[in-house]
């Protein structure tokens, strides 16, 4: 079954420093998105990426933020400068259309700790 | 903004047990899902809503969509140890999904 493929598993990175997140997601896909999850909390929508640009973005995703899709396969979160608050954990997905249910597929995660 | 308020927040049950989970919203969505979560894991779709008063269930699994298109209850029945884990309801908005809060689930063997 194809899957969506997310690198690290687990970042550790200093307050203030950048950081890259990356995504592959299934090759098929036209649409990507970004989630976080806060420990214990619920997943957020972050951004949702289509025909290299960004189609809609949520409230969290301020300037510090920015999606790319660098070639034809990857799919990438930055993080400029990255904060305390930014730990979490961070879900990548990707679906055929926009009204997609089933094909909804997320990867297993990038676990994101700022200290 | 939309939201969806999920009860319980968590339970703690006996395997065997059948139990029941449910999630409200003060907005319409037009389909609603409910997800599964294992720990380190992304959400996995377990069912999925589309019709008012829709009823449909996955194995153990039976969900129903509120006529309203404003709530949908979770029932697992006999619940098994690898049943545990937090289970997520979702209102679908064109290219994103709107989660509750979630309910985590624990089953005694």
């Known amino acids: 079954e194809p899957e969506v493929t997310q690198t690290p598993s687990h970042q550790v990175t200093q307050m203030g420093q950048e950081v890259i997140l990356r995504c592959v997601p299934i090759?098929?896909?036209?649409?990507f998105y970004w989630y976080r999850q806060i420990l214990g909390q619920k997943v957020e929508f972050l951004v949702s990426?289509?025909?290299?640009?960004?189609?809609?973005k949520s409230e969290i995703f301020d300037d510090q933020f920015s999606v790319e899709r660098p070639d034809g396969s990857n799919f990438t979160l930055k993080i400029r400068s990255t904060k305390l608050e930014d730990s979490a954990m961070y879900f990548c997905?990707?679906?055929?259309?926009?009204?997609?249910?089933?094909?909804?597929?997320f990867g297993s995660g990038t676990r994101l700790t700022v200290v | 903004g939309q939201q969806l308020n999920q009860s319980p927040q968590s339970m703690f049950i006996q395997e065997g047990e059948d139990v029941s989970m449910n999630c409200t919203s003060s907005?319409?969505?037009?389909?609603w899902l409910w997800y599964k979560q294992d720990p380190g894991e992304g959400p996995v779709l377990l069912i999925a809503?589309?019709?008012?008063?829709e009823l449909t269930s996955n194995g153990r699994l039976t969900a129903q969509f509120g006529i309203t298109r404003k709530d949908s209850f979770l029932n697992i029945s006999a619940s098994i140890p690898s049943d545990v884990g937090i289970y997520f309801c979702?209102?679908?908005?064109?290219?994103?999904?709107?989660f509750g809060q979630g309910t985590t689930l624990q089953v005694k063997p």
């Open positions: 809503l589309y019709k008012a008063g």
């Open positions: 907005s319409i969505f037009n389909t």
């Open positions: 997905a990707s679906t055929g259309t926009v009204f997609e249910v089933y094909g909804y597929t």
């Open positions: 090759s098929n896909h036209l649409y």
């Open positions: 979702a209102g679908q908005l064109p290219g994103k999904l709107i």
């Open positions: 990426f289509y025909n290299n640009e960004i189609s809609e």
